[in-house]
């Protein structure tokens, strides 16, 4: 097993992922190891043990976990926000243990792909690197060419050719033309270049095409992880000589170039991540560098005890931020399999996505959108809410798209819609609706002051004028369309509303004051009811109420 020290691996990746925190960076790192904080068992030696779930504040768990650490050789890898507390530090120093702290956004699936890749393309001490150049992957290319005889060149997993020898006097047939100038591997070769006989080996292959030079093929591994391949093209078998070696020795060189292009390609998205950040929550200060035009998606999960966003039930907010941290990273999957490079951030425990309008070779938004979360329900279990805003040109406009998205996110949960994919356009009246609440909930010269006035009698005397106006308002003054919706007798109904022209002086007979009076009663339950239903979610989300809701057509809008 290759190793490194913990220096080196702190080395290759950025200080903001990883630092040391307490111990010796000389201790030597072989692997990666997850490691539950309540069940601590043997471990492999020589590891960076990823502490998850470890609870810092209880020093039993912490000594526990540190003197594993101690013990097998390893470092303790564990995620704080603001430096390791001093009480760890002393543990650490008492029980002779090294410590890493981690970024707590960084997911730990990602430090551990990381981690078990870079000790995995380190040669072993003294193995001979066969006289290959060091340099960029071009000057790799060229090197492995001069030794083997071949044209030579490599890709990645996306069938990108990152690299090309360009000796003079070099064997090319139209394969490898077309792919010098595409940069991509030619659709003719691909089924040749992803056969299995390949990529299920660990060794250069030789691969034979009718009309076609040979070449020899090795896929470019870090650990268990494919990076990419190299291929060496030859004028005819004969000529080919024993460079298997060579090629193997290159192979490795090539995974550290590839590792690091990929970690330059995290750091854009971390930059993207941010500049989306700032641009959802602080108009005017967005950065243009963002993938514009795009569409912005929200997406709000509910777990089985029926936790959302905004709600506020001990636990359930950690639960339902869990739910939307498992769905980063099966979106990013499915949206880089179906041609998208996503953009996404947390705010305020809902997530927002940022996908490049239609780039090429991609499937559209809402297709996306639709195929995610069937995927999420079935692989996830999670009650996921899916709304697609409409294409934005400028970073100025994300902040009003977010806030449409979250009055539709809003509007969908109230209405106990169906979990599924929706588009913001199908609910253009329901944000119109919203944004109209808004607005005389945030402006008292937009209020009458009659819906005051109704609440509080309502409250005072244990009345429902309030809910019963509305309905007749939203109906049209149709009595028994409202006895309906309010369960209510007709009658019932006609002497609410009598006896509230009596009491409140209502002019109903004005279209103006029914408008106004619709509307500032709809923002009181509105802003009344956003309260109520977190605290009944767990109730009206249960598989039962769920199983007795009226079936709705998957991803149609309530009406």
Known sequence: MATMTLGTLLDALRPDLVQLAAGDAHVAVGGVELLDGGALEPVVPRCLLLALGLDLSSATAVGAALRLAAETNGALAVKCANGLPGQVIEQARAAGATVVAVNPDIPWSRLYGLVSTLPATRPATGEPVSGLAGGDLFSLANSVAAICGGAVAIMDTDQTIVAYSNLPGQPI?????????????PDHALPHHLTDELWRSDSVRLIRRDGYHPRLAVVIRAGDTALGSLWAAFPDEDVITDCAAVLAAAAKLAALHLLTIRRHLDADQESRTAALHTALRHPGHADRALPLPGSLLCLDAETETGAGAGDDRPGLLADHRAGLLRAVGLLELDARSLGHEPTICLVKDRMYVLLQAAPRGSVTVSTLAAH??????????TDLLVVRGEPVEEPDGLRQTRDDL????SHLRESDARPGSYAARDLHAEIVQQRLFDAVRADPMLRTGLGHVIAAHDLAHGTDYRATLLSYLRNFGDVRAASTELTLHENTVRKRIRRARELFGIALENPTHRLLLELELG??????SSRSRSRSRSRSHS????AARPSRERGTPPR
Not at 174 to 180: D, F, K, N, S, Y
């Open 523 to 528: 923002a009181n339950v509105t802003y009344r």
């Open 372 to 381: 995610f979360h069937q995927r999420a329900t079935r692989l996830l279990r």
């Open 406 to 409: 979250d009055r539709a996110i």
């Open 543 to 546: 598989p039962a109420r769920r």
């Open 173 to 185: 047939d139209e394969t490898r033309r077309v792919g010098i100038l595409s940069r991509r591997v």
